[in-house]
Nanobody
Framework: DVQLQASGGGLAQAGGSLTLSCAAS????????IGWFRQAPGKEREGLSC???????YYIDSVKGRFTISTDNAKNMVYLQMNSLKPEDTAVYYC?????????????????WGQGTLVTVSS
């Protein structure tokens, strides 16, 4: 079974950094695309970043240059390094996986989800 478990959320100050982790099992990154999403209170879930099965990475404009997605194939881990955090980054963050080559920012494209981890950024 494909399983994902996100962790690493917490409280950060504006301008600070956090690294989210996602432990993956039941699949290899060679066959799956990985995505990070978030859902702020009262808002829809939005895709932030994704990595396709050959390692290309993509970001939405609001996090480009601040967030970095990466994987550790040996540990089957996915990371989201978040720098220069802003109060508007406050949300529950999710990792997701989808079998196939390409990656997308739409949640309907992902079949497997981890539980969320809460990130709160204070001003």
């Amino acid at each position: 079974d494909v399983q994902l478990q996100a962790s690493g959320g917490g409280l950060a100050q504006a301008g600070g950094s956090l690294t989210l982790s996602c432990a993956a099992s039941g699949f290899t990154f060679d066959d799956y695309a990985i995505g990070w999403f978030r859902q702020a209170p009262g808002k829809e879930r939005e895709g932030l970043s994704c990595m396709d099965s050959i390692g290309n990475t993509y970001y939405i404009d609001s996090v480009k240059g601040r967030f970095t997605i990466s994987t550790d194939n040996a540990k089957n881990m996915v990371y989201l390094q978040m720098n220069s955090l802003k109060p508007e980054d406050t949300a529950v963050y999710y990792c997701a996986a989808d079998k196939g080559y390409g990656c997308w920012f739409y949640e309907v494209d992902y079949d497997h989800w981890g539980q969320g981890t809460l990130v709160t950024v204070s001003s």
